[in-house]
């Protein structure tokens, strides 16, 4: 018998919305790792830059991806990309892992505004954006601090919308409407997106519903407990549109119900966040500064912890933030081109009920300033550097566990993270471009490693943070080579990161119950303590697509990809939780009409586990996938229609990255029927 949500749509209404459904896809797993045609990204520069026109790794994954792809979380979305994983620790909760670094070292954000949400203190608080009102994702493997601040010294995943119009939609409407049904968990998604434009103003709307039952898993007891999931959200938005700039703003409402899988008490989390944010631009002034750039946003968020048997609430997590950045692009000065920004935040987070008990409130502001220039020193070479200082103040409970009961004590942390970076752009005949780049990062410890002090019931762990911490910092070098032109395309990347204090939670091997003078006598939560060591963490990615020959109107291919990651501490052993080696490769078709793809990945066995940690063994994930699309005639409308199998060999798949791993498989066998209308 699955357990629902008590949110969760009727049966009727699920059949009736079922039978809406002609035909479903997922993303193939490998088709949207190889690079696509040369597009402008924002993410790794203040300037319009390409993808090969930035030295560091960028990765974009479009809407039709995101719409093929059906996922429940951006970590669901993006965990199958080269250099990324996921924590998937519950269907509503999976953060991106990029490169073995997660939480506090992934900055998720908006338009360029933090999520300012709790995911990054635990892995089982979801991220209150949905792939469905997606349009596109950025993700930057590797340091991005300088234009984003010290949470982004492991990367950024950059979620891009239309909830602040920047130009006129074509025809003056757009609109998208789709519907998708999968197997494994009875699920029923859909969404529904429009702009509209009259004179200079753009309106926008989307709105979007899934609900899901616990999935199917291969083996007894055939589902696994507690992973459905209901979230629903909505906005709307507009701008005024001028000559040479714009200026708008939005409002968007997110609620989520998933369940807490394999926790010692059925736990579920009932999410929510409404978000305020602005933006607005000039261009082509005629002056020493030819651009200005400005954005920012306010968000209220709050989920409950609660136990579903007996609907009590045992934890209360608040946070309330606002983020403001502006930047200034500069005219060209003998070939130089850049931009200087600004970035202020002030968080108030709070927690009551057991929540306070891990985590006292506390108070951060950080405001920083960057430097960002380009200098083409020929035509096949050009240079990219900056500087960034950062000024980091936390108010908060400090804890020492060094006395037989504890003792907490009010605190104050001031941190001045410094970081700097050289890149160097080389243009290479036959459309490829090589990227050399190195970089000093710092960044200041988060609120929870300095200051947890206590029980965590849905990680099931003891946290203690450490209020002396120092800020970490970081030496990375990385070569990147790119070609998005042509029949065959790839991106490889190999990097090189040495870390001076890298913090990591510590598993002491010590169990407690929920008070601190229970550690040593009970064994009901894993005692984990926020230590600090130097660390060295290397490795490359790869993903390629070769268009071999045209047939039937299309195009037959072969696409691949590998990525690794090595992460060892300098006395401890190895850090935890990394990724395994993963490999693959897949045989596609594509024409303007039809999309047919079979693919594998092969994700191999962790053993260079740390301390404490267990290893995982590998598996195989076999995906087909087939899309038909049809053109609406005398319109500029289509209608996607597809059918996938995910996961078809219908593996034992446990996530090394997931701290659930032991007592949580990820779905079986999976199809998915999908319609989409778009015009």
Same mark, same amino acid.
């Given at each position: ?215 199917? =898993? ?63 631009? =000039? ?271 299309? =195009? ?124």
């Amino acid at each position: 018998m699955r357990t629902q949500s008590k949110l969760l749509a009727k049966p009727q209404a699920k059949l009736l919305a079922s039978s809406a459904i002609f035909l479903a896809i997922a993303s193939p797993a490998f088709a949207q790792d190889a690079p696509k045609k040369d597009e402008i990204v924002i993410t790794g520069s203040p300037l319009d830059r390409s993808t090969t026109e930035i030295a560091l790794p960028v990765t974009v994954v479009d809407r039709d991806q995101i719409v093929r792809e059906g996922a429940n979380s951006l970590g669901d979305l993006l965990g199958r990309q080269p250099g990324i994983a996921e924590s998937s620790f519950a269907s509503g909760a999976s953060r991106p892992i990029i490169r073995g670094l997660d939480n506090f070292r992934v900055r998720v954000q908006e338009n360029g505004i933090g999520t300012h949400d709790a995911s990054a203190l635990s892995e089982d608080h979801g991220v209150p954006i949905d792939p469905l009102s997606a349009q596109r994702v950025e993700i930057i493997r590797g340091p991005a601090v300088l234009r984003y601040g010290s949470e982004a010294i492991g990367g950024v995943v950059n979620v891009l919308n239309n909830r602040i119009p920047e130009a006129r939609p074509q025809n003056a409407v757009s609109a998208e409407m789709q519907v998708m049904h999968s197997t494994v968990d009875e699920g029923i998604e859909g969404a529904f997106l429009a702009d509209v434009a009259h004179d200079n103003l753009v309106v926008h709307f989307d709105a979007f519903r899934r609900d899901a039952e616990d999935y199917d =898993i291969p083996r007894a007891p055939e589902t696994q407990a507690d992973t459905f999931l209901e979230s629903t959200g909505v906005s709307g938005g507009a701008s005024y549109l001028f000559e040479n700039g714009f200026l708008g703003g939005s409002v968007s409402f997110f609620e989520s119900d998933y369940g807490i899988p394999a926790a010692e008490e059925r736990l579920k989390i009932d999410l929510e966040q409404t978000r305020y944010q602005f933006a607005g631009g =000039i261009n082509n002034i005629d002056s020493i500064i030819s651009e200005v750039k400005l954005s920012g946003g306010y968000t209220d968020y709050t989920h409950d912890e609660v136990e579903i048997e007996s609907g009590a609430i045992g934890s209360t997590f608040n946070n309330e933030e606002f983020e403001g950045r502006v930047e200034l692009l500069h005219s060209p000065i003998n070939g130089l081109e850049g931009a200087l920004g600004f970035q202020f935040r002030d968080r108030d987070l709070s927690a009551t009920g057991e929540g306070g008990e891990l985590l006292a409130p506390s108070d951060t502001k950080a405001y920083g300033f960057f430097l960002y220039e380009e200098l083409a020193i020929t035509n096949w070479l050009t240079a990219q550097v900056g500087g960034r200082v950062d000024k980091v103040k936390i108010e908060g409970t400090g804890f020492l566990p060094t006395l037989p009961d504890g003792f907490e004590f009010p605190a104050e942390r001031d941190f001045t993270p410094v970081s700097g970076s050289v890149g160097f752009v080389i243009d290479t005949p036959h459309n490829f471009s090589v990227g050399l780049t190195g970089q000093y990062v710092e960044r200041a410890p988060d609120v929870l490693e300095l200051f947890a002090k206590g029980p965590h019931e849905a990680t099931e762990t003891f946290e203690i943070g450490n209020p002396n911490l120092d800020e970490e910092s970081a030496w990375s070098a990385e070569v990147t080579v790119k070609r998005t032109e042509g029949p065959l395309t790839f991106d490889f990347a190999a990097f090189y990161t040495s870390y001076d204090g890298f913090i990591f939670k510590n598993f002491t091997g010590i169990s407690c119950g929920e008070e601190f003078d229970t550690c040593g006598t009970e064994d009901e939560l894993t005692q984990i303590q926020y230590a600090q060591e130097d660390a060295d963490f290397y490795g490359f990615e790869l993903g390629t697509k070769w268009e071999a020959m045209e047939t039937h109107g299309g =195009i037959l291919g072969v696409d691949a990809q590998f990525d690794y990651v090595r992460a060892e501490l300098d006395s401890s052993g190895n850090v935890p939780r990394i990724p395994p080696l993963r490999y693959g490769a897949g045989i596609f078709f594509e024409s303007d009409r039809w999309f047919g793809r079979v693919g594998a990945l092969r994700v191999s066995k962790q053993d260079d586990v740390a301390q404490f940690e267990t290893a995982t063994k590998g598996y195989v994930r076999l995906d087909v996938d087939l899309i038909h699309t049809l053109p609406l005639a005398n319109t500029k409308a289509r209608i996607d229609l597809g059918v996938s199998a995910d996961n078809l060999l219908d593996e034992d798949v446990r996530n090394h990255t997931s701290f659930k791993k032991q007592n949580v498989l990820q779905p079986g066998r999976n199809v998915k029927l999908f319609a989409r209308f778009k015009y």
